[in-house]
C-alpha cells in the first residue's frame, strides 16, 4: 500500500493486491486534507536534514 498524490493535489491509497489470478491494482481517491499535506511536509523536512 502506498499513499501518493495526483497532479491536482488529491491524496489516492494506492494497493497492489496478489491473487491466483495475478497482481492487481487499485487506486482510491481519498481528497484532500491538510493533516497528510503537513505530514508529507514534515517527513520531507526530516529527509532533508539527514
Known sequence: M???RDER???LIDMKV???AGD???QIPIG???AIDR???ELRRSENQS
Do not use: E, F, N
Open 2 to 4: 502506498l499513499l501518493s
Open 9 to 11: 493535489g488529491t491524496w
Open 18 to 20: 496478489r491473487s491466483s
Open 24 to 26: 492487481r491494482s487499485l
Open 32 to 34: 484532500k486534507h491538510r
Open 39 to 41: 505530514l508529507a511536509w
